[in-house]
């Protein structure tokens, strides 16, 4: 059986009290009060889900009472019986007690109970989205602890495991041994891109934007690094040119998440029929926005695919590689820093990516 609404009605007359308690006890469970410091300390010490209270009360009236009650108990939802000549008090219990509507006196029965209903289904919303959203601040606690654990409680070993078997390879000879040590060497790899890759993913679509300074070149320089220790870039011709003419802000974490996806699924879906294989990183910064272009010859997608290539874990080829969430994530990234993204692309003949980002500078942190 559904509980009853409670309710707390606030009157200096008994009559009035007696009368509201006689005619709605049989659908509500109703608690009631003379005067507005009993109403205080009653909604102190119970549960209501809607307080109604007279205007006109010696000592405090409805709307004093209501200013009060909103710091003591603010959630419950509020309801002012006046009468018309009482304008000036409604708007001052709209402004002061946040109160939800007024009823006119002398109150018609039918209009208290439908009233007191839809406060009551308010009540219950509003506490549910309370209780959704303080389950979403612990979900996202835990997040971060996850994310923590990964950078460092997942990395960290696989990095020993790596350096470990680096240094057993220098000390055999046996052939198969040497097969065993590679094969674990390729585990390690593909691990730590994935761990890499859910790193990058939270970056995309959980934090917020940090705006700071970019200066491009300074981060091709640290991130090229990276690039030729992970990837095989000597049978690569890779060129870059970064034009950066002015000022640039933007969120630095996720530019380098944009830029890793791109130039990783570039290098990753080389075509190995073609010779030389080629990637081309153009930036242009001018008139307040950033141009970044990344293209390749490399295998292509066809076009039946192009329109769901940026959704999570979509494949757009067969080939063995690839997690489906770099496309995702740098569309993720772009559409947070406000940018704009459009993908081209020829099977056979290779892609090119073109990214126009804002200058967030009235942004920053």
Do not use: C
Request: a negative charge; hydrophobic letters at 40%.
């Amino acid at each position: 059986m559904k509980d009853k609404i409670k309710v707390l009605y606030i009157d200096d007359e008994d009559n009035n009290l007696s009368s509201f308690k006689a005619s709605l006890r049989k659908d509500f469970n109703i608690t009631t009060a003379m005067n507005g410091e009993e109403g205080l300390q009653l909604a102190r010490e119970g549960d209501f889900q809607v307080v109604i209270a007279d205007q006109r009360m010696p000592g405090m009236t409805g709307v004093e009472f209501f200013e009060r009650l909103v710091k003591v108990k603010p959630d419950p939802i509020r309801i002012l019986l006046t009468g018309y000549s009482d304008i000036s008090s409604v708007i001052d219990a709209i402004n002061r007690g946040e109160v939800y509507r007024f009823i006119d006196k002398p109150w018609n029965i039918e209009q208290i109970k439908n009233t007191i209903d839809t406060a009551a289904d308010i009540y219950n919303i509003r506490r549910e989205l309370k209780e959704k959203n303080d389950k979403l601040i612990k979900a996202n606690t835990e997040m971060n602890q996850f994310v923590y654990s990964l950078s460092h409680d997942l990395r960290g070993p696989l990095m020993s495991i790596s350096g470990v078997s680096k240094l057993a390879k220098m000390e055999i000879n046996d052939p198969v041994a040497m097969e065993y040590f590679e094969m674990i060497d390729s585990a390690t790899v593909k691990l730590d891109d994935f761990i890499y890759k859910m790193l990058d993913f939270y970056r995309s679509t959980k934090i917020d934007n940090k705006i700071v300074p970019v200066r491009f070149d300074e981060i091709i320089d640290q991130q090229l690094k990276a690039y030729q220790d992970k990837w095989d870039l000597e049978k690569i011709d890779f060129r870059i040119n970064v034009e950066q003419e002015t000022e640039f802000y933007s969120d630095e974490s996720k530019i380098r998440v944009i830029l890793n996806n791109l130039i990783g699924n570039a290098v990753k879906f080389q075509n190995d029929e073609v010779d030389p294989k080629k990637i081309n990183l153009d930036i242009h910064v001018n008139n307040g926005f950033t141009k970044l272009r990344v293209s390749d010859n490399g295998i292509g997608i066809e076009e039946k695919h192009q329109t769901d290539i940026f959704k999570l874990f979509h494949r757009a080829t067969q080939k063995n590689v690839g997690s489906g969430l770099g496309l995702y994530m740098v569309k993720e990234s772009v559409d947070q820093i406000k940018g704009t993204i459009e993908l081209k692309s020829k099977v056979n003949e290779g892609t090119v990516v073109e990214i126009l980002l804002p200058n967030l500078k009235d942004r920053v942190n």
